[in-house]
């Protein structure tokens, strides 16, 4: 499907609470208590390993004076603000959705390499304009015309600089972690999630030329079944034009070079 938007921008205890409970009660009773039979050796399977994080986020150095994050649920107002102060970032004020900016982000991120995207969860508004296409005969193709509406949007990209963003996202991680937690992914890492989702802009085709659509129903989609099978992500960026996805992925690679693999 193609759809309108420029989306390239996470027992133990009651346990112990158990073990606390029986201690106080053998510790407290006015009764001494029995002695306890020899339990039986019981070879306990071993505990699963802690998933593998790949690519950990440094710790920002903390001055003394530094503000403490703000809650997830009270952060739009911060990281509103932050965002827009990244040297080349200021027009993100014209597409920036303001609410519930952490777990929208989370959300898409984590869409982009499936089928669908939550249009409701978008972190950004939608590109104004009309959605175009050339028409001859039997056959509809993408409109070149399509990517100029794309334009404002993709001065953004070029102008935001990869090594503050990287900076800011680092600074809000904690919050950008519980987000993906909190959106299923219990002990799984979200900046892994983001470099696979990277990986997965970065590896969408190339198309020369016009590409051929097709309108089964109310919406468009790529002729090509192998395009069309393509990840939400993927079929968007190649929709952007060709000079447009070229300049998004040369973003992407330098936001993955300060994304991926440092180390603890």
Not at 75 to 82: E, F, N
Not at 125 to 154: E, H
Not at 166 to 172: D, E, M, N, T
Request: charged share 15%; net charge neutral.
């Amino acid at each position: 499907m193609l759809w309108e938007r420029p989306i390239i921008w996470a027992v133990a205890i009651g346990i112990l609470l158990g073990l606390g409970g029986v201690y106080y009660y053998y510790t407290h009773s006015s009764e001494p208590a029995p002695a306890a039979a020899p339990a039986p050796h019981v070879q306990l399977p071993p505990a699963p390993p802690e998933p593998a994080i790949h690519n950990p986020v440094p710790t920002p150095a903390q001055p003394a004076a530094a503000q403490p994050l703000p809650t997830l649920n009270d952060s739009d107002p911060a990281l509103h603000d932050a965002l827009i102060a990244v040297p080349g970032a200021a027009a993100l004020e014209k597409f920036l959705v303001p609410q519930n900016i952490v777990r929208h982000i989370v959300a898409t991120v984590d869409n982009l390499p499936r089928k669908k995207v939550a249009l409701e969860l978008r972190p950004v508004k939608p590109i104004a304009g009309q959605f175009s296409t050339v028409a001859s005969g039997d056959s509809v193709t993408l409109s070149p015309q399509n990517a100029a509406r794309y334009a404002p949007f993709i001065a953004l990209v070029k102008s935001a600089d990869a090594k503050q963003l990287a900076a800011l996202y680092f600074h809000y991680y904690p919050l950008f972690q519980q987000s993906y937690e909190d959106l299923g992914y219990p002990g799984q890492y979200f900046n892994d999630r983001v470099i696979v989702v990277i990986d997965d802009l970065l590896a969408a085709p190339d198309p020369k030329g016009a590409i051929p659509l097709v309108q089964p129903n109310v919406t468009f989609q790529y002729a090509d079944p192998k395009l069309e099978s393509l990840s939400a992500g993927q079929k968007t960026l190649m929709r952007m034009g060709a000079e447009n996805e070229a300049a998004i992925k040369e973003k992407l690679r330098a936001l993955r070079a300060e994304l991926a693999t440092h180390k603890k």
